[in-house]
T-cell receptor, first 113, second 115 residues
Framework: DSGVTQTPKHLITATGQRVTLRCSPR?????VYWYQQSLDQGLQFLIQ???????AKGNILERFSAQQFPDLHSELNLSSLELGDSALYFC????????????FGPGTRLTVT | AQKVTQAQTEISVVEKEDVTLDCVYE???????LFWYKQPPSGELVFLIR??????QNEISGRYSWNFQKSTSSFNFTITASQVVDSAVYFC????????????FGQGTILTVHP
C-alpha cells in the first residue's frame, strides 16, 4: 500500500458526460501528479500541483482540469467525455522535490461508452 | 526534450533464469533522476528504485540489481533467479528538476516468468 488513495476505482459513463476523480496524497506529501495510462499513448503526465498551486502541465486536454485543495487532496475533472478518454488515471504524490520518488495510487479506470 | 526508450516490448523466461530489462534515456540536463516502477497484473504502479545522475554506483537489492552507465545513457535492470511473482510490466522513467519532477516513462517491458 503506497498510502495514496484514489476514488472511485472504476467509473463507467457515457460520451459527453463529466466526471470527477479524487486523490488523497500520502501524509506529509505536498505534491500531487496526475497521469493517464492508455494502450496507445502509454503513461503520460497530465498536471502537477504543489501545496495548492499548479506547477507543471503536460499533455492535458482543455476539457480536463484539476485542483488541489487546502487539505492537499486533489481532484481531476474530465468533461465532454469522448470514447478516447477511456484510460487508467493515476494520481501520485511526493514531497515535492523532483529528486524524490513518486508514490502512485491504485488508479481509477474510466470507461466511456 | 526528455525521452525514455525501452526497446524490449515483451520478454518471456522460465523461472530461475536471469533477465535484464534495458532502458535508454535522453536528456539535455546534467542533473536528472532515473526510476524503475513495476506494474503487476493488479494494476498499481510500485516504486522500485531512484538514481540520480551523479551517482553511477550500481545497486543491488535482493534479487534485483541496476546498472547505470552515463556513457551510454542506460539504466538497465536485472532480475536474478526470476520467479513467477516477477511477472509484470516494468517501466523506466526520467525526471528533471527543470520539469518540476514530472516523470517521462518508457513504453514498458512486459515480463512473463513461466514456472
Amino acid at each position: 500500500d503506497s498510502g495514496v488513495t484514489q476514488t472511485p476505482k472504476h467509473l463507467i459513463t457515457a460520451t459527453g458526460q463529466r466526471v470527477t476523480l479524487r486523490c488523497s496524497p500520502r501524509s506529509g506529501d505536498l505534491s500531487v501528479y496526475w497521469y493517464q495510462q492508455s494502450l496507445d499513448q502509454g503513461l503520460q503526465f497530465l498536471i502537477q500541483y504543489y501545496n495548492g498551486e499548479e506547477r507543471a502541465k503536460g499533455n492535458i486536454l482543455e476539457r480536463f482540469s484539476a485542483q488541489q485543495f487546502p487539505d492537499l487532496h486533489s481532484e481531476l475533472n474530465l468533461s465532454s467525455l469522448e470514447l478516447g478518454d477511456s484510460a487508467l488515471y493515476f494520481c501520485a504524490s511526493s514531497v515535492g522535490d523532483p529528486s524524490y520518488e513518486q508514490y502512485f495510487g491504485p488508479g481509477t479506470r474510466l470507461t466511456v461508452t | 526534450a526528455q525521452k525514455v526508450t525501452q526497446a524490449q516490448t515483451e520478454i518471456s523466461v522460465v523461472e530461475k533464469e536471469d533477465v535484464t530489462l534495458d532502458c535508454v534515456y535522453e536528456t539535455r540536463d546534467t542533473t536528472y533522476y532515473l526510476f524503475w516502477y513495476k506494474q503487476p497484473p493488479s494494476g498499481e504502479l510500485v516504486f522500485l528504485i531512484r538514481r540520480n545522475s551523479f551517482d553511477e554506483q550500481n545497486e543491488i537489492s535482493g534479487r534485483y540489481s541496476w546498472n547505470f552507465q552515463k556513457s551510454t545513457s542506460s539504466f538497465n535492470f536485472t532480475i536474478t533467479a526470476s520467479q513467477v511473482v516477477d511477472s509484470a510490466v516494468y517501466f523506466c522513467a526520467l525526471s528533471e528538476p527543470t520539469s518540476y519532477g514530472k516523470l517521462t516513462f518508457g513504453q514498458g517491458t512486459i515480463l512473463t516468468v513461466h514456472p
